[in-house]
């Protein structure tokens, strides 16, 4: 299942998934003061984008210190995102991460684990160690996807206004839907060069 930079944006922006969390994006800022709003929102999106890079970076050595083949890495990849796609499907948005709107976040819940929770560091550890030839198309990806979840999250609330919480739901639900069919993919992709090409 090779990507390229394209779909691995894609990838990425359907496993971040800003718009179906912007519920929680909601929630969480009711407690920031509107002013520091900004720049909370640009603090979370960059400790998630070095989190899911250093899992980028690392991911091939990772591999070996723990002794894991790519094929289990792939499996276990599109399991984890294959539960995270049924609850987006089937819950809704403030249910998926607990949050605590009366302080303001740090780390907990936006940067870890709603960006970078466990669906995302497989992603991206999958991607460094399938292809890791295209580092690069792999971290513009992520930097194009974290941008797009930085903008999606300082306008949270005019968003929700302008396109209504039965609209943000239905974006959530549909992109739960892709998401399925791509892990899916993995688990099919993984099961495959397990039993053909255990080499």
Known sequence: MDHTFVSAFVLLLLVLDPFGSLPIFVAVFKGVAPERRTRVALREVLIAFFVLLGFMLSGEGFLRLMHLSERSLEVAGGVILMIIAIRMIFANGGEIYATDGDREPMIFPLAV????????????????????????????????????????????????????????????????????????????AGLKRYFFDPS
């Not at 970078?116 to 992603?123: F, V, Y």
Request: hydrophobic content about 60%.
């Open 113 to 188: 684990p709603l960006l970078a929770g466990p669906s995302a560091m497989a992603t991206v550890l999958l991607l460094a160690s399938r292809q890791p030839e295209r580092l690069a198309y792999w971290i513009g990806a992520l930097t194009l996807a974290m941008l797009v979840c930085g903008a999606v999250m300082v306008l949270a609330e005019p968003i929700r206004r302008w396109i209504g919480s039965q609209m943000v739901n239905a974006i959530e639900k549909l992109m739960g839907l892709v998401l399925t069919a791509i892990a899916v993919e993995m688990v099919l």
